[in-house]
T-cell receptor, first 115, second 114 residues
């Protein structure tokens, strides 16, 4: 089955700096890679995702890059703000047109943005 | 749009009791996922359904756990008998299904087994 590794487990940055979280996956058939943000006591919420037919996707201060050859993908947050503090999870799945398939999650990165 | 609805939000029970968690997916979504989250094990997929049919239950920890989806708008996760190690937050998520990969999570049920 799929195995997703995520690094670092904790990350502390100063407000305004950039943060980068990296994930690797094992299943070369995986083609869908979402990132979720989970604030303390809340549900995971999708913040950005990428499919294997593109190498990069950007949404305001958040971007995701994908290297299919190396089987790794990364989340980049620029101009970090205190409200970015949360746990971030990467995930991978063999999305298909026919039916939903399961996500395999990384172990999470706790991001702390300090003033 | 009400989003994914879970009940109860909090459940405290004694070891050996039966626990039933409930989930209502987003209307029109035809795939439903049950997850368990703990500090030690992270976010684990327990089981998921497509069109009310269980597709993969390999994450169900043992026979004490069972899940059903009798119709497109309702699912239950049952633990019988419950044990202290079952204490966790249980999330339900739904996705539109074919062509729609995004999973939308419910608020979760925090289960404490004493």
């Amino acid at each position: 089955g799929e195995n997703v590794e995520q690094h670092p487990s904790t990350l502390s940055v100063q407000e305004g700096d950039s943060a980068v979280i990296k994930c690797t996956y094992s299943d070369s058939a995986s083609n869908y890679f979402p990132w979720y943000k989970q604030e303390l006591g809340k549900r995971p919420q999708l913040i950005i995702d990428i499919r294997s037919n593109v190498g990069e996707k950007k949404d305001q201060r958040i971007a995701v890059t994908l290297n299919k050859t190396a089987k790794h993908f990364s989340l980049h947050i620029t101009e970090t703000q205190p409200e970015d503090s949360a746990v971030y999870f990467c995930a991978a799945s063999r999305g298909s047109a026919g039916a939903a398939s399961k996500l395999t999650f990384g172990t999470g990165t706790r991001l702390q943005v300090t003033l | 749009d009400a989003g994914v609805i879970q009940s109860p939000r909090h459940e405290v029970t004694e070891m050996g009791q039966e626990v039933t968690l409930r989930c209502k997916p987003i209307s029109g979504h035809n795939s439903l996922f049950w997850y368990r989250q703990t500090m030690m094990r992270g976010l684990e997929l327990l089981i998921y359904f497509n069109n009310n049919v269980p597709i993969d239950d390999s994450g169900m920890p043992e026979d004490r756990f069972s899940a059903k989806m009798p119709n497109a708008s309702f699912s239950t996760l049952k633990i019988q008998p419950s044990e202290p190690r079952d204490s966790a937050v249980y999330f339900c998520a739904s996705t539109p299904g074919p062509g729609g990969y995004e999973q939308y999570f419910g608020p979760g049920t925090r289960l404490t087994v004493t």
